[in-house]
C-alpha cells in the first residue's frame, strides 16, 4: 500500500485557500491529483507521495516506460561528443544557465541524471559532484566522468557549508517531497557570491494554458500533462518568489522549448501519438530557468 500525505493547507504559504488543478485518472503515476494555492499560486500534488516511496519510484527511473524508445544513452553520448569539442563562448550558448559562473571551482549537479549538466562544467574545469537515486544512471554517469557522486537524496549528503560555486538543478525541484528543505540546503553548501540554476517546466507557458481552457470549454478537469510524478509545479512568477522568499538574489529568468529538431523526435521509436504530441510541445517554450546567487 502506498503511502501519501494529504494536504489541508499550502505546503509553502500554509493557506487554506487551495482549489482543485488536475487529475490523473488513469493512475499513470505515483500521484492522483493536483491543488492550486490561490494565495501564493503553487501547483503542488495532493495528495502527495511520501519521500520513500517517491525514492523506490525513481531508483529505476531511467528504465521506465517514460524513456522506452528514446535510446537515451546513445544519445548521451552523442551529446558528450560534441560538447567537448564546443569552445567556452559555445558551451555557454548552448547551456546558458552556466554562462554566470565565473569562478571555476567546485560544481554540484543535484539529480544529475545521466550528467548532460556534468559534461558541460566538465569542458569548463569544474571539479565534479552530484547526487542521484537511479541505479542505472549511477552507472552510466561513473563510466563516463570523474566525478564525486553521491546516492541518495539531497539532504542525506551531508556536504560542507559554503563549499559549492555553482549548482545544477535541472529538473529535479519539481520531484521533491519537501521543497523548503530543499531551497534551505542548495542555499547552505552554496558559496557565498555562488551561483545556482535551476531549470523546471514553466506552468505559466502557453501550452498549458491552451490545455486548461479546452478541457473548461469540455467542462472536464484538466489531465495531468507535464508528468505525473511532479510534486511541485511553479509559474514564472511562484518560482520567483519561492526562491526569493528563501534569500536568494535572481541573476535572470527565462523560457526555453525541449531543444529537439522534428527529425530527431522522428528518430524515436515510440508510437506516432507520442511523436506528434511532443512534435507540438517542441513549438512551445514549455521549461524554465532560472539563475540565482547567494
Same mark, same amino acid.
Given at each position: 500500500? $502506498?503511502?501519501?500525505?494529504?494536504?489541508?493547507?499550502?505546503?509553502?504559504?500554509?493557506?487554506?485557500?487551495?482549489?482543485?488543478?488536475?487529475?490523473?485518472?488513469?493512475?499513470?503515476?505515483?500521484?492522483?491529483?493536483?491543488?492550486?494555492?490561490?494565495?501564493?499560486?503553487?501547483?503542488?500534488?495532493?495528495?502527495?507521495?511520501?519521500?520513500?516511496?517517491?525514492?523506490?519510484?525513481?531508483?529505476?527511473?531511467?528504465? @521506465?516506460?517514460?524513456?522506452?524508445?528514446?535510446?537515451?544513452?546513445?544519445?548521451?553520448?552523442?551529446? /558528450?561528443?560534441?560538447?567537448?569539442?564546443?569552445?567556452?563562448?559555445?558551451?555557454?550558448?548552448?547551456?546558458?544557465?552556466?554562462?554566470?559562473?565565473?569562478?571555476?571551482?567546485?560544481?554540484?549537479? #543535484?539529480?544529475?541524471?545521466?550528467?548532460?549538466?556534468?559534461?558541460?562544467?566538465?569542458?569548463?574545469?569544474?571539479?565534479?559532484?552530484?547526487?542521484?537515486? %537511479?541505479?542505472?544512471?549511477?552507472?552510466?554517469?561513473?563510466?563516463?566522468?570523474?566525478?564525486?557522486?553521491?546516492?541518495?537524496?539531497?539532504?542525506?549528503?551531508?556536504?560542507?557549508?559554503?563549499?559549492? %560555486?555553482?549548482?545544477?538543478? @535541472?529538473?529535479?525541484?519539481?520531484? #521533491?517531497? %519537501?521543497?523548503?528543505?530543499?531551497?534551505?540546503?542548495?542555499?547552505?553548501?552554496?558559496?557565498?557570491?555562488? /551561483?545556482?540554476?535551476?531549470?523546471?517546466?514553466?506552468? +505559466?507557458?502557453?501550452?498549458? &494554458?491552451?490545455?486548461?481552457?479546452?478541457?473548461?470549454? $469540455?467542462?472536464?478537469?484538466?489531465?495531468?500533462?507535464?508528468?505525473?510524478?511532479?510534486?511541485?509545479?511553479?509559474? &514564472?512568477?511562484?518560482?520567483?518568489?519561492?526562491?526569493?522568499?528563501?534569500? *536568494?538574489?535572481?541573476? %535572470? $529568468?527565462? +523560457?526555453?522549448?525541449?531543444?529537439?529538431?522534428?527529425?530527431?523526435? *522522428?528518430?524515436?521509436?515510440?508510437?506516432? +501519438?507520442?511523436?506528434?504530441?511532443?512534435?507540438?510541445? @517542441? /513549438?512551445?517554450?514549455?521549461? $524554465?530557468?532560472?539563475?540565482?546567487?547567494?
Amino acid at each position: 500500500q $502506498q503511502l501519501m500525505k494529504l494536504f489541508k493547507s499550502c505546503p509553502i504559504c500554509n493557506s487554506e485557500n487551495l482549489i482543485g488543478d488536475a487529475i490523473d485518472l488513469l493512475r499513470k503515476g505515483p500521484h492522483i491529483s493536483r491543488t492550486k494555492c490561490l494565495d501564493c499560486k503553487l501547483i503542488f500534488a495532493n495528495p502527495m507521495a511520501e519521500s520513500k516511496e517517491l525514492e523506490k519510484y525513481y531508483k529505476n527511473y531511467t528504465n @521506465s516506460d517514460k524513456y522506452n524508445g528514446f535510446d537515451i544513452e546513445n544519445l548521451h553520448l552523442k551529446l /558528450f561528443n560534441k560538447i567537448s569539442n564546443y569552445d567556452k563562448i559555445m558551451i555557454f550558448k548552448k547551456a546558458k544557465y552556466m554562462s554566470y559562473g565565473d569562478q571555476i571551482g567546485n560544481f554540484l549537479d #543535484v539529480g544529475c541524471g545521466l550528467g548532460l549538466g556534468l559534461s558541460y562544467a566538465e569542458n569548463l574545469g569544474y571539479k565534479l559532484y552530484a547526487t542521484e537515486l %537511479d541505479k542505472n544512471a549511477i552507472k552510466f554517469v561513473r563510466n563516463n566522468f570523474n566525478a564525486n557522486i553521491f546516492e541518495g537524496l539531497l539532504d542525506e549528503a551531508n556536504y560542507e557549508s559554503n563549499f559549492f %560555486d555553482f549548482i545544477h538543478v @535541472s529538473h529535479v525541484i519539481e520531484h #521533491v517531497s %519537501d521543497l523548503n528543505l530543499f531551497l534551505n540546503e542548495l542555499r547552505r553548501i552554496l558559496k557565498p557570491n555562488g /551561483f545556482l540554476s535551476i531549470g523546471t517546466p514553466d506552468i +505559466s507557458s502557453n501550452l498549458y &494554458k491552451i490545455h486548461k481552457v479546452v478541457s473548461h470549454l $469540455q467542462f472536464k478537469v484538466p489531465d495531468i500533462i507535464d508528468g505525473v510524478e511532479h510534486t511541485f509545479l511553479f509559474s &514564472k512568477n511562484t518560482l520567483r518568489k519561492v526562491c526569493e522568499d528563501h534569500e *536568494f538574489e535572481i541573476i %535572470d $529568468q527565462f +523560457s526555453e522549448k525541449i531543444g529537439e529538431s522534428f527529425f530527431q523526435i *522522428f528518430k524515436y521509436n515510440i508510437p506516432f +501519438s507520442k511523436k506528434i504530441k511532443r512534435l507540438i510541445q @517542441s /513549438f512551445f517554450n514549455i521549461n $524554465q530557468w532560472i539563475i540565482l546567487k547567494k
